[in-house]
């Protein structure tokens, strides 16, 4: 009886990741030439969360990326109540999806607490600019009355 070749694939101690289910079972035959996945490592420190930008929003995004090199974006849950996470967006893609008119936007977080999850759903908030000296007004001191 001959025994195949094997190969053990080793994450070092400290690598950042999950590896997903695998999908093979023992006794499976597995080619080194094969298409078949047999896992998906996927890295959670740091981790990315790719948003979406409207196309009008674009050059503003634009002039403040050359000026500051990333920006401050805050991941939110589904039901925007709860800040999970802030990082940097650091990318902009260089197409814009002309079905829904935005962009595609790449942000960087550290996840040390793991608060992000690989796919999980976001909200993102990106701030673009900070006005500074200006006075704001409530909304709810201005009525209108008809004359």
Do not use: C, Y
Request: no cysteine; proline share 7%.
């Amino acid at each position: 009886m001959t025994r195949p070749n094997s190969a053990t694939v080793t994450l070092p101690h400290r690598f950042p990741a999950r590896p997903v289910f695998a999908w093979w079972n023992p006794g499976n035959v597995v080619q080194a030439a094969g298409t078949t996945v047999l896992v998906v490592i996927t890295q959670e420190q740091p981790i990315t969360v790719v948003f979406t930008l409207a196309e009008d929003s674009l050059g503003q995004v634009q002039t403040r990326m050359r000026q500051m090199h990333t920006l401050p974006v805050d991941a939110w849950d589904r039901s925007q109540t709860a800040k999970i996470a802030s990082g940097k967006m650091f990318s902009i893609d260089n197409q814009i999806d002309t079905t829904t008119g935005t962009v595609k936007a790449r942000a960087l977080f550290d996840n040390k607490n793991g608060a992000l999850f690989p796919n999980q759903f976001v909200n993102t908030r990106l701030l673009v600019n900070t006005l500074k000296g200006v006075t704001l007004v409530p909304l709810p001191l201005f009525s209108t009355m008809d004359r």
